[in-house]
């Protein structure tokens, strides 16, 4: 790990525990883009004869290692490779070390490769359903999938499509896929060089790729390595982040920027299970904080007050 | 096997709350004709702003979910979309081939 990292800020946290994703576009610079995309055998789209075959030669001969579940993320990729270097720029190491930790652990890895209608002419095509990645992952400890975009990606190329402060739903992967579409779902148009970084627990599905181009996607899933507790820069906690704030005869003072955030609903929760959210997402801060005592209003506070 | 010319269409809708009069937030659409191919992000704009709209556009309903007891201990795990309403609409086929 370098000394110079840049690890997120409170709000920033705050904003994963609610929503269950970070996104920072064009955070890889351009020569590292074109680096990777080097390494893993992208030719242009007429030198592709089919994509198994393509598939079949990016898989075999592209410098993305074949890897054992289990090791050091750091030890994972060879330190003359595009990933490595993405892995160390400061910000990336950043978001990482406060997401999972300085040691996190190497899950698994895969290049998404999507390609456009001419190689499916006569068979109609589909995106994906929505899942959840895994299995039933009821863990307070989470992982963190790093998606890596190295090239623009445009509406009609179908990027990842995923429902914000869907992360703290249990369910078992696949059964969602009966959801087609939900209200604020979103997808991916990003600059080259965008990350996202996705709680385990989001819905989400690859989009269909209506382009001329092919589209690539990258995804590392890591494990934490430690506890998952203040490992973000929290000099940026004041003391009023710690009190209740007013609810309902509110004044017009909004309160804290981080309560804010953790109450912010989505545009898809039901009127009952919303608050549910609410919740957990403060279950979710606490545990983050390593504090069973913070609140946000009022809403553990309440239905804890039990006298035996 | 009897081959009819009546197909089903099938749209399922997530609502808010229980109440078929409260907004949809998230949906689904088969269509058993053949004629409209629908799948997973292929539209933000839900059909319908609530159930009961989509009661007063011919579907029928058919299934609601039913509300069911929180087991004790799991009253706060939240999973799958809550309130699902299944609704069809049975088809001509031959009429929407000459439509």
Same mark, same amino acid.
């Given at each position: ?18 929503? @269950? ?19 893993? @055998? ?15 030669? +990016? ?6 290692? +074949? $890897? ?20 160390? $720029? ?6 990482? /070390? ?14 998404h490769?999507t390609f456009p209608?001419?190689?499916?002419? @006569?068979?109609?095509q589909k995106s994906q359903h929505y *899942? ?8 307070? /400890?989470?992982? +963190?999938?790093?998606?890596?975009y190295?090239?623009?990606v445009t509406v009609d190329m179908g990027g990842t499509r995923f429902?914000?402060?869907? *992360? ?12 087609q579409n939900?209200?604020?779902q979103q997808r991916m148009v990003?600059? /080259? ?5 996705? *709680?385990?627990?989001?819905?989400h599905g690859g989009g269909l790729n209506m382009s001329?181009?092919?589209r690539?996607m ?12 203040? $490992? ?26 981080? *309560? ?21 997402? +403060? ?6 904080? @390593? ?18 | ?36 191919? %629908?799948m997973a992000g292929d539209n933000d ?14 579907? #029928? ?8 007891? %929180? ?5 706060? #795990? ?22």
């Amino acid at each position: 790990m370098t000394d110079d990292l840049t690890k997120l800020n409170s709000k920033q946290m705050a904003e994963f525990a609610a929503r @269950g994703f970070l996104r920072f576009d064009s955070i890889v610079p351009k020569k590292l883009n074109d680096k990777f995309l080097k390494e893993v @055998g992208h030719v242009p789209l007429d030198e592709v004869n089919n994509p198994i075959e393509h598939y079949g030669k +990016v898989m075999t001969s592209s410098a993305i290692p +074949v $890897l054992r579940p289990g090791s050091l993320l750091c030890d994972a990729y060879p330190k003359t490779s595009a990933i490595y270097d993405i892995l160390n $720029l400061p910000s990336v190491e950043g978001a990482i /070390a406060s997401l999972v930790g300085n040691k996190p652990i190497f899950d698994h890895h895969f290049l998404h490769i999507t390609f456009p209608p001419k190689f499916y002419e @006569g068979n109609q095509q589909k995106s994906q359903h929505y *899942h959840q990645d895994s299995t039933i992952d009821p863990r307070q /400890a989470f992982d +963190v999938q790093m998606m890596y975009y190295p090239h623009d990606v445009t509406v009609d190329m179908g990027g990842t499509r995923f429902l914000p402060g869907s *992360h703290l739903r249990i369910v078992s992967e696949a059964a969602i896929g009966r959801y087609q579409n939900i209200v604020g779902q979103q997808r991916m148009v990003c600059p /080259a060089g965008t990350l996202l970084f996705l *709680h385990m627990g989001i819905w989400h599905g690859g989009g269909l790729n209506m382009s001329d181009q092919m589209r690539y996607m990258f995804k590392i899933r890591m494990n934490p390595g430690e506890r998952q507790m203040r $490992l973000w820069d929290t000099s940026d906690l004041g003391n009023e982040h710690y009190e209740q704030r007013p609810i309902f005869w509110t004044g017009t003072d909004p309160g804290n920027e981080i *309560h804010q955030t953790l109450m912010k609903p989505e545009p898809w929760f039901e009127a009952d299970t919303g608050r549910l959210e609410m919740m957990n997402r +403060v279950r979710f801060w606490r545990y983050l904080l @390593g504090d069973n005592n913070f609140d946000v209003d009022y809403w553990l506070t309440r239905v804890e007050r039990e006298y035996t | 096997m009897t081959v009819t010319n009546t197909r089903q269409q099938v749209l399922v809708l997530y609502l808010a709350t229980s109440a078929l009069d409260t907004n949809v937030v998230g949906w689904a659409n088969y269509d058993g004709t053949g004629q409209n191919f %629908h799948m997973a992000g292929d539209n933000d704009t839900p059909p319908y702003k609530n159930g009961l709209e989509a009661l007063k556009d011919g579907w #029928r309903l058919i299934q609601a979910s039913p509300l069911i007891t %929180h087991i004790p201990g799991n009253e706060y #795990r939240t999973d799958y979309l809550k309130y699902e309403f299944f609704f069809e609409k049975m088809v001509n086929l031959e009429q929407i081939l000459n439509d």
